[in-house]
């Protein structure tokens, strides 16, 4: 991949090695030691069991996904809400050793936890030289799900916030960039086409709510007026780019299945924001439910509303 692309990579310094980032090194160089010497079940439990332990420690993260829930699915009971709250701290909890998993293991054995159920479509793409817009979703495993794509030779470009802390940042830009992904500033719009131009790929999560700014109020799920990023439209009709809507959610057998479904691309409403976005919505809801209970709803998704003062109002 071209080099003037991308961020660039953080050196080691000794400054790095100074007593306040020693918390940093521990706590990372532990999650590296167990991730490594026990076996995959075993750290299935282990994550899981810190989800459970983080229900009872995080009731106002609880609560916003519950509230979630319930607004999204509005026919779903009480009981099926709960225990998809329950069922969505544990795999936030797993999000943890998957972290490390994705950081920290050899490439012999992370291609041990892949199935690669479908991703000719982003090989049609590489070979005819086509850039990519590879939309995905904050799924809690979304960490494993972008290195799985460069294991399986599609490595891409991901949109990245560098980290205040050096030491953090030192290791956090080594474990996103294995096996040849690499990263762009996530408000650098000009290297993002540059790079759909170009031919690469682009990880995009349009799913959550980035506040009023370049966002239009459209569908998602039961909730009529969401706030929707506009980019996937902005981003796929200025680099003349592909739209690919991937995913790589756990299945039972603790398996990643990695999938890129067909270009969507040519239906797409690109001269309207409005229908662009929803026509995008009812792909990501599609990703969603192969494993809702691996999504992010602990986040507020449905925090903005059109009126700027009733902000937050769907939580209170």
């Known amino acids: ?22 918390g940093v090194w521990l706590g990372f160089g532990f999650l590296a030691l167990i991730v490594n010497i026990l076996p995959y079940a075993v750290l299935l439990k282990i994550g ?27 026919n779903m009971s009480a009981k ?27 490439t012999w054995r992370f291609k041990r936890i892949l199935i690669a159920k479908d991703i000719d479509e982003l090989q049609k793409h ?11 979703v904050h799924a809690l495993n979304l960490e494993i799900t972008a290195r799985a794509f460069a294991v399986l030779g599609l490595p891409g470009y991901g949109a990245y916030r560098p980290h205040t802390n050096p030491a953090y940042e030192f290791i956090q830009y080594r474990g996103r960039t294995r096996n040849g992904n690499q990263l ?25 709510d980035y506040g009023h700014n370049k966002s239009v109020f459209v569908p998602f ?13 902005i981003l796929a009709s200025t680099s003349k780019s592909a739209i690919v809507p991937g995913s790589g959610f756990r299945n039972p057998q603790g398996k990643y299945e990695i999938i890129a479904d067909k270009s969507i691309e040519q239906d797409f409403p690109h001269k309207d924001e409005d229908a662009a976005a929803a026509y995008m919505n009812k792909f990501v809801e599609e990703i ?9 709803w602990l986040h507020k ?9 009733l902000t937050n109002s769907r939580y209170q």
Not at 126 to 136: F, S
Request: proline share 5%; with cysteine; hydrophobic share 40%.
């Open 80 to 106: 099926e809400i709960d225990d998809m709250v329950e069922e969505n701290f544990k795999n936030t909890g797993m999000a943890l050793i998957e972290t490390g998993i994705t950081w920290f293991w050899p």
């Open 1 to 22: 991949m071209n080099k003037k692309n991308t961020l660039d990579k953080p050196e080691f310094s000794a400054g790095l090695l100074h007593p306040k980032y020693w």
């Open 48 to 74: 899981r069991g810190v989800g459970s332990l983080g229900i009872k420690i995080g009731k106002s993260r609880a609560k916003i996904a519950k509230r979630n829930l319930e607004l999204a699915f509005p």
């Open 184 to 208: 762009i500033y996530r408000r650098d719009l000009k290297q993002m086409v540059r790079v759909l131009r170009q031919g690469h790929r682009l990880f995009y999560l349009p799913d959550q």
């Open 301 to 309: 998704r449905f925090k903005s509303l059109p009126d700027h003062s």
């Open 288 to 296: 969603i439910m192969r494993a809702p209970e691996q999504w992010m």
């Open 221 to 233: 799920f039961a909730v009529k007026e969401a706030c929707t990023t506009t980019g996937t439209r």
């Open 126 to 136: 590489q070979d005819a030289g086509k850039g990519v817009l590879l939309c995905c």
